[in-house]
């Protein structure tokens, strides 16, 4: 039994590591600024893993080799603490090797950058809404009194600024490649989460407040947008897709798109004709 | 090297024996029953029981994962009550009530050398509020609209809204379920605690005291402390549910409809959960750090190594515990430098839990280590736990939590390491004290069966669930479907680990067929079968009777580990065995 279980255990580190390399299975290509996050997650894998295989060999060392034999008598050692404080201050110092670049990370993830364009994202069960600032660059300020069938995602009518958004209703939202965008999240019923995974950065809507993350994209393509807190029983059918283009296929579609002022006066007009 | 073994007798105060509550009938020796041992077995039953009902519901979430659409039992609706049924009774009402409820009470009284709990009658009702909570519970799986689906989290505003499954009954009856069960635990917690502190017997100082008595202890304390918070954020929200109040309610608009909700706050609720929710792993954890220590040193042959250190890790995890909470709220929109208090609190936890995992391994130096049932599952718990771990170190750490949270990665984490590895430590547990609980040893080769198969497949289901994770796959999603981002590999990767699940789920009948049949015709196992050395081994009866000891409580001469003791005869010696030098001469055989 401990020449099996010592062997499973060897086997396990081999399966586990290779299956870490050989497995199909890993991080989509990024496809934004976040390469840090990636380099977190690598190093991170470095030194947990190289602690679990030393721990697990160790473990499979002593089954064999003290496995219990006829007459054999284990040794009596209550304490080591040159040992025990060795192991303690080397683990000390893997985790500050995990933590200090995460932090370092962490703090370049809440600083965002002056003259990043602002956007926000709407969540409600079970679709994506956005808004862009227009030519103002302003958004206009929202309250979720505001929001009716006319005004789905709530807008001040008051506030000039909110005038020109461009309000974009459960349809994809398209970004300009290379420019930071801060991304201002807010739902207007459940917590819902903005959750592209090429872009490895996500956050909840909280109802009742507005959070925010930002990110560069870098790379052209459509992704998919996933919700990523569960809302309900539409949780799985929330889908959208951010289209990142090149800077004139971006002001093309910008060009097409609604401003709220546009869309109210509208939706007066057919008021009016009812 | 400082001999702790040997310290003197430092004898606590003398007390007078308390006159115990003697049973009158069989009802009051069997069901209404005061003593602890009945008390454990009541609810290890029980917390077992629904467990069963957690296992099945688990089965019915990976049919779905690897064959969605298939059955058509599983709605949206029933998938997402199934997950949460499954996460609430696995973590509080079989893990909690059975590391505390039930190894609580069987072993406490009997590693202190005490006759009982000191509060019996409180002890007994203990157990009759717990069995109500778990009545409650299953009475939503019966209400109209059936239980809640919300998820274990239960995060408002979506448990109790429309869209959420159970938003009628289940949400009101899983609250009131929770209302009762802490009620219940903390007439059994307090119970626990004192008789720690005030039921020893003379000689067994805290620092003699089994990790066993030790992690339980702890985890009571913690427990103790942090349930209050689950406590009124339930009441809270049974209040937003059924008065209509906005204590975790903003303004909404649901499907284009004004709620009368507006002002209150969800991220609230995310806060008193986790302040609970993160010490609750720890409850979960900290007993299974404790009997793993006892099986390991018990089936080594040898004393745990560094025993002062692993009872200072124990209270620096369970200090710890109290400011790391927010490592569950990263991406929630709470004030971003949070993060970084939070993410450097969770690894310094770190520390003190690897120096545990150290000294479970340097025990095992130089041992004589004895391969049996229980030794193969504390053996499995260090290869999950340190699994399960290191994951911890992924999420912990802020910034790697970005990508990774939400994901099948959590899931696989959390699973790792707070559901297989304490299950591997109860069912470790369960095989050791077995012989002196019921007086017969279970059938080792369908025990030898039980452990490869939960342990090599539990490890087949989880780790390979982490590489979902990374792709981005999302948790508590119903069905996937197509996905650009995910390649189609991962369903053949889904369909592998459901069927791991269901070949391990279907191993615990081996487990159940094992406990009882030896119970009939197990064979006699003698008072100490693992010659161990702490005090529930040296009881006069096996099993234990009622007041546990004979005329005399016992008196402790020793720490828990005197084993292998060079110069001594045999290879332990118990607790309560005089030092040599005072021993009365031998009698010539």
């Known amino acids: ?32 600024n976040w390469g840090y996050i990636d380099n977190t997650v690598i190093l991170t894998f470095w030194i947990t893993g190289f602690g679990y295989i030393a721990i697990i060999l160790f473990m499979a060392f002593c089954v064999f080799r003290f496995r219990h034999r006829e007459g054999r008598r284990a040794a009596y050692q209550p304490e080591n603490n040159r040992l025990e404080w060795s192991l303690a201050i080397g683990t000390t110092v893997a985790v500050a090797a995990l933590l200090g670049p995460g932090l370092f990370v962490w703090y370049q993830f809440v600083t965002v950058p002056k003259g990043a364009d602002e956007i926000e994202v709407v969540g409600q069960q079970w679709q994506w809404s956005f808004r862009l600032p227009g030519r103002d660059g302003l958004l206009g300020t929202s309250d979720s009194r505001y929001i009716s069938s006319d005004n789905p995602l709530g807008l001040n009518p008051n506030d000039p600024n909110g005038q020109d958004d461009l309000v974009i209703v459960a349809d994809d939202l398209h970004l300009p490649l290379g420019k930071p965008v801060k991304v201002l999240l807010r739902s207007i019923d459940v917590i819902h989460d903005f959750y592209v995974p090429e872009f490895r950065a996500k956050m909840d809507l909280m109802p009742g407040l507005v959070t925010y993350f930002w990110f560069t994209p870098t790379r052209a393509g459509t992704f998919e947008v996933l919700c990523a807190a569960f809302c309900g029983v539409g949780h799985p059918e929330m889908r959208g897709s951010v289209v990142v283009e090149n800077e004139s296929a971006y002001q093309a579609w910008l060009q097409k798109q609604q401003t709220f002022a546009q869309l109210s006066a509208r939706a007066k007009k057919v008021n009016l004709r009812q | 090297m400082v001999d702790i073994g040997t310290v003197e007798v430092i004898p606590t105060a003398e007390v007078e024996d308390v006159e115990l509550y003697h049973p009158k009938s069989w009802v009051t020796k069997y069901v209404f029953c005061q003593d602890a041992k009945v008390i454990a077995i009541q609810y290890s039953i029980t917390a077992i029981s629904i467990g069963l009902v957690a296992l099945v519901l688990s089965w019915f979430i990976r049919l ?8 058509s039992f599983i709605t949206p609706s029933n998938y ?20 505390l409820g039930g190894f609580g009470n069987y072993l406490i009284p009997l590693m202190v050398g005490a006759r009982d709990m000191v509060f019996p009658y409180v002890n007994m009702l203990s157990y009759w509020v717990y069995l109500l909570a778990v009545l409650v519970l299953v009475a939503s799986f019966f209400a109209p609209g059936g239980p809640t689906g919300a998820g274990w989290t239960l995060y408002p505003p979506q448990a109790i809204l429309e869209g959420t499954p159970g938003q009628d009954w289940g949400i009101i009856l899983m609250l009131a379920s929770l209302i009762l069960f802490i009620i219940g635990f903390t007439m059994g917690g307090l119970n626990y605690v004192v008789t720690v502190l005030q039921g020893r017997t003379r000689g067994m100082t805290m620092m003699r005291l089994p990790l066993t008595v030790w992690g339980i202890f702890t985890a009571t304390i913690l427990a103790l402390l942090a349930f209050p918070a689950l406590f009124v954020a339930s009441i809270m929200m049974l209040l937003d549910r059924v008065l209509g109040t906005s204590f975790f309610m903003p303004a909404i608009v649901q499907a284009g409809e004004h709620l009368k909700y507006g002002g209150g706050s969800p991220i609230l609720f995310q806060h008193l959960f986790w302040f609970f929710g993160h010490p609750e792993v720890y409850i979960v954890a900290l007993p299974a750090f404790g009997i793993v220590s006892d099986l390991i040193s018990t089936h080594a042959r040898k004393n745990i190594f560094g025993y002062r250190m692993m009872v200072w890790a124990l209270v620096a995890i369970a200090v710890l515990s109290f400011i790391v909470w927010g490592h569950h709220m990263y991406i929630s929109g709470m004030n971003p430098p949070f993060g970084f208090f939070f993410a450097t609190s969770t690894l310094i936890i770190a520390i003190p839990t690897a120096i545990k995992v150290y000294n479970w391994v340097l025990t095992l130096w130089r041992g004589d280590i004895h391969l049996t049932v229980p030794m193969l599952f504390a053996l499995g718990f260090i290869v999950t736990f340190v699994n399960g771990g290191i994951t911890g170190l992924f999420l912990g750490n802020v910034i790697v939590d970005v990508p990774l949270s939400a994901t099948m990665f959590v899931v696989a984490h959390f699973h790792m390491v707070m559901g297989i590895a304490p299950i591997l430590v109860v069912f470790g547990g369960i095989y050791h004290w077995y012989p002196k609980i019921t007086g017969r040893m279970w059938n080792e080769r369908l025990g030898q069966f039980h452990f490869w198969v939960t342990f090599l497949g539990a490890y087949l289901i989880y780790f390979p669930m982490h590489y979902l994770g990374f792709i981005g796959v999302p948790r508590r999603y119903y069905e996937l479907g197509e996905r650009a981002f995910v390649p189609p590999s991962a369903a053949t990767l889904n369909v592998f680990i459901t069927a791991a699940a269901l070949i391990v789920g279907a191993a615990q009948m081996v487990f159940f067929f094992n406990l ?4 009939f015709k197990g064979k006699r196992a003698g008072g100490n079968p693992w010659r161990a050395t702490s005090l529930e081994w040296q009881t006069p009866q096996t099993p234990p009777g009622h007041g546990n000891w004979g005329k005399e409580l016992p008196i402790v001469y020793r720490w828990a580990y005197d084993y292998s003791v060079p110069g001594a ?14 021993m009365p001469v031998a009698a010539p055989s």
Do not use: C
């Open chain 2, 80 to 99: 997402y009550q199934f997950i949460t049924m499954h996460g609430m009774i696995m973590v509080i009402y079989l893990l909690t009530a059975l590391f």
């Open chain 2, 516 to 519: 009882i049949w030896s119970l």
């Open chain 1, 1 to 32: 039994m401990a020449t099996i279980l010592a062997l499973v255990l060897v086997l396990i580190v081999i399966g586990s590591v290779s299956f870490h390399l050989l497995s199909p299975w890993w991080l989509t290509p990024i496809a934004s």
């Open chain 2, 569 to 582: 005869e045999q290879d332990f010696l118990p607790q309560n065995q005089p030092p040599a030098k005072r």
């Open chain 2, 64 to 71: 779905q994962l690897a064959f969605p659409g298939t059955f």
